[in-house]
């Protein structure tokens, strides 16, 4: 991609795009039948994408080199070059979302990228190629399907991918920063997980905290996501009504087929992720948190035969236990209140991510204090879940390395190189 007129580099990146949007209902059910979150999100997924293809086209020609002052007869200027291959290794979560959104910045820097999918989520990546290979020029985008450790390990190990980028587990992330180190010096990006709070001062309006927390914590693909707000951290003074009221509506969302537009909630991805939200489930009994909503998987009809949780809520859990600091990566919220608001601030610190935040309060000064104290990459105040174009997400701690969805990373996907240039005089 490199060798094409950056002009003509945007509108590769626009016919993409098209291509996308003209397919998007195709794409949304390839990801339901893969990873079984809801129809209605899997449609939204594929706008998210075509959106960030065409973001970057715009920001070509943003790719700026910069000229330094120096003495008489000398001139100084930089100039930004392409990696030449890049590796992006995505999650389950958001198949597709992810594996077009993704290409969006390497490309428009002029990069080849090679997309290794989640094994349990390759179809919507594989038709991404299929769309590709009639806009973008041969060997510009590689899909390569497998397990991690056969393919994801290949290409963190190959000498001649030198730009990386990881969106999954911390645990996975740091076995990718060892094994990267172990060939050659590769730049790194790693998005990572989550335990992220929401913070709600007694001051702020109840009604519009309990939806919060509901969109918060992505309940509707199941609370597969590393930006889930999956601690809720309440003042004493209206912390049962907020649980009461959250509770209640988690009682009311309806389970069912991902491919039914009713549905509230769908599948876990697979066995060992339902596995995993099982065992949280009754982690959180043994430690003695209270539940208030949901802790069973569904039994009912056809939906026993699948892989479908209740969502659910643990109240009073204690802020030091195992459901308050690992993530679980599945619908499990757990609550915990507060009174003052340096307690608020250590008990939203006291874990080892900083992806996200989200602060409720009508006291501007307590909420930007908060935004200023809060170690998160990406803080919301009276809102949550909304990602704005152009703006850096990445987390803090164990959350990550590196910014994405904005200018910062598309400059990552370059290198840059200084020239000095002496005239002779």
Same mark, same amino acid.
Request: glycine share 10%; proline share 4%.
């Given at each position: 991609?490199?060798?094409?007129?950056?002009?003509?580099?945007?509108?590769?990146?626009?016919?993409?795009?098209?291509?996308?949007?003209?397919?998007?209902?195709?794409?949304?059910?390839?990801?339901?039948?893969?990873?079984?979150?809801?129809?209605?999100?899997?449609?939204?997924?594929?706008?998210?994408?075509?959106?960030?293809?065409?973001?970057?086209?715009?920001?070509?020609?943003?790719?700026?080199?910069?000229?330094?002052?120096?003495?008489?007869?000398?001139?100084?200027?930089?100039?930004?070059?392409?990696?030449?291959?890049?590796?992006?290794?995505?999650?389950?979560?958001?198949?597709?979302?992810?594996?077009?959104?993704?290409?969006?910045?390497?490309?428009?820097?002029?990069?080849?990228?090679?997309?290794?999918?989640?094994?349990?989520?390759?179809?919507?990546?594989?038709?991404?190629?299929?769309?590709?290979?009639?806009?973008?020029?041969?060997?510009?985008?590689?899909?390569?399907?497998?397990?991690?450790?056969?393919?994801?390990?290949?290409?963190?190990?190959?000498?001649?991918?030198?730009?990386?980028?990881?969106?999954?587990?911390?645990?996975?992330?740091?076995?990718?920063?060892?094994?990267?180190?172990?060939?050659?010096?590769?730049?790194?990006?790693? %998005?990572?997980?989550?335990?992220?709070? &929401?913070?709600?001062? !007694?001051?702020?309006?109840? $009604?519009? *905290?309990? /939806?919060? +927390?509901?969109?918060?914590?992505?309940?509707?693909?199941?609370?597969?996501?590393?930006?889930?707000?999956?601690?809720?951290?309440?003042?004493?003074?209206?912390?049962?009504?907020?649980?009461?009221?959250?509770?209640?509506?988690?009682?009311?969302?309806?389970?069912?087929?991902?491919?039914?537009?009713?549905?509230?909630?769908?599948?876990?991805?697979?066995?060992?992720?339902?596995?995993?939200?099982?065992?949280?489930?009754?982690?959180?009994?043994?430690?003695?948190?209270?539940?208030?909503?949901?802790?069973?998987?569904?039994?009912?009809?056809?939906?026993?035969?699948?892989?479908?949780?209740?969502?659910?809520?643990?109240?009073?859990?204690?802020?030091?236990?195992?459901?308050?600091? %690992?993530?679980?990566?599945?619908?499990? &919220?757990?609550?915990? !209140?507060?009174?003052?608001? $340096?307690? *608020?601030? /250590?008990? +939203?610190?006291?874990?080892?991510?900083?992806?996200?935040?989200?602060?409720?309060?009508?006291?501007?000064?307590?909420?930007?204090?908060?935004?200023?104290?809060?170690?998160?990459?990406?803080?919301?105040?009276?809102?949550?879940?909304?990602?704005?174009?152009?703006?850096?997400?990445?987390?803090?701690?164990?959350?990550?390395?590196?910014?994405?969805?904005?200018?910062?990373?598309?400059?990552?996907?370059?290198?840059?190189?200084?020239?000095?240039?002496?005239?002779?005089?």
């Amino acid at each position: 991609m490199g060798a094409i007129d950056p002009t003509e580099r945007a509108g590769v990146l626009h016919r993409l795009a098209d291509a996308i949007d003209d397919n998007a209902e195709e794409l949304a059910l390839l990801d339901v039948r893969d990873n079984g979150s809801p129809i209605r999100e899997m449609r939204n997924d594929a706008r998210v994408a075509s959106a960030q293809l065409r973001y970057y086209a715009g920001l070509i020609l943003q790719l700026h080199g910069q000229t330094t002052t120096t003495s008489r007869g000398r001139l100084n200027y930089s100039i930004r070059q392409p990696w030449g291959v890049v590796g992006r290794i995505i999650p389950f979560n958001h198949p597709f979302m992810f594996a077009a959104s993704k290409i969006a910045a390497p490309l428009a820097a002029g990069n080849c990228v090679i997309v290794k999918p989640s094994e349990f989520t390759s179809l919507s990546a594989l038709r991404l190629g299929e769309l590709a290979a009639d806009i973008l020029p041969p060997g510009v985008l590689n899909i390569v399907t497998g397990f991690g450790a056969e393919a994801g390990d290949a290409l963190v190990a190959h000498p001649k991918v030198r730009r990386l980028a990881f969106i999954g587990s911390a645990q996975t992330g740091r076995a990718i920063l060892r094994r990267g180190a172990e060939i050659n010096v590769k730049s790194i990006t790693l %998005e990572l997980g989550g335990k992220n709070p &929401l913070v709600v001062f !007694p001051d702020a309006d109840v $009604d519009t *905290a309990v /939806e919060a +927390a509901l969109r918060g914590m992505n309940f509707t693909w199941q609370g597969q996501s590393c930006g889930s707000t999956s601690r809720l951290i309440a003042h004493a003074e209206i912390y049962d009504e907020l649980v009461t009221a959250v509770g209640k509506r988690l009682d009311e969302m309806r389970s069912g087929s991902p491919e039914d537009e009713a549905t509230d909630t769908g599948a876990i991805v697979s066995e060992p992720q339902l596995e995993k939200v099982l065992s949280y489930i009754a982690i959180g009994h043994e430690e003695g948190a209270r539940l208030v909503a949901g802790g069973t998987r569904v039994t009912d009809g056809d939906l026993g035969k699948g892989r479908f949780v209740r969502p659910t809520l643990f109240a009073d859990v204690d802020p030091r236990s195992r459901l308050a600091q %690992e993530e679980i990566f599945g619908p499990v &919220l757990a609550a915990m !209140p507060f009174r003052t608001y $340096d307690q *608020a601030l /250590e008990i +939203a610190n006291n874990v080892q991510y900083g992806l996200t935040a989200s602060v409720f309060t009508r006291d501007l000064a307590i909420a930007h204090r908060f935004a200023e104290d809060i170690e998160a990459g990406y803080v919301w105040v009276n809102d949550v879940s909304r990602h704005t174009p152009g703006t850096a997400f990445g987390g803090f701690k164990d959350s990550g390395l590196g910014r994405e969805e904005n200018v910062e990373e598309l400059e990552s996907y370059t290198q840059s190189k200084n020239v000095h240039v002496n005239f002779g005089r």
